[in-house]
């Protein structure tokens, strides 16, 4: 005797991952693209105000702060490097300016890299994103 029933997973739509993480890095909705996907500087809205896609579950927890901390790391190491061995400028005046390389390049990559994660999680349906298709 054949089994008809369907799988539950069989009809749900697969959502690509490739638009949501551009989408997520320019802090837009994953869903639409066209709504905001942060209310401030880092705190995810509840909802996308133009397409109504729920963000309240995600769970980025510490996962951008990891990915900002590696990221602006490697590129400060080139820098030093780079700076030093060129140029050997005065301690003070090298420490200065790869502080404000290293805050602005954080302050810039913490919320695209957020907006990132939230993203990937929606398209994988992750932490209660996959109540709807």
Known sequence: MADHSTNA???????????AILRG???????????????GYLKVADSCPVC?????????DDGPAYLTILI????LAVLMHFL?????PDPLVFATVLTI???G????LLPRLKGMIVAIQWARRMHGFGGKS
Do not use: M
């Not at 997973?9 to 638009?19: G, L, N, Q, Y």
């Not at 994953?30 to 209310?39: H, K, S, T, V, Y």
């Not at 030093?84 to 050997?88: D, V």
């Open 9 to 19: 997973a069989d009809s749900i739509v697969e959502r690509e991952t490739k638009p």
């Open 25 to 39: 890095l320019r802090r837009r909705c994953p869903n639409c693209g066209d709504g905001a996907l942060f209310e």
């Open 105 to 108: 390049l954080s302050l810039y």
């Open 101 to 103: 390389v290293c805050v």
């Open 72 to 75: 602006v790391g490697h590129i």
């Open 84 to 88: 030093w061995s060129q140029f050997r």
């Open 52 to 60: 109504h896609e729920e963000y309240h579950h995600h769970r980025a």
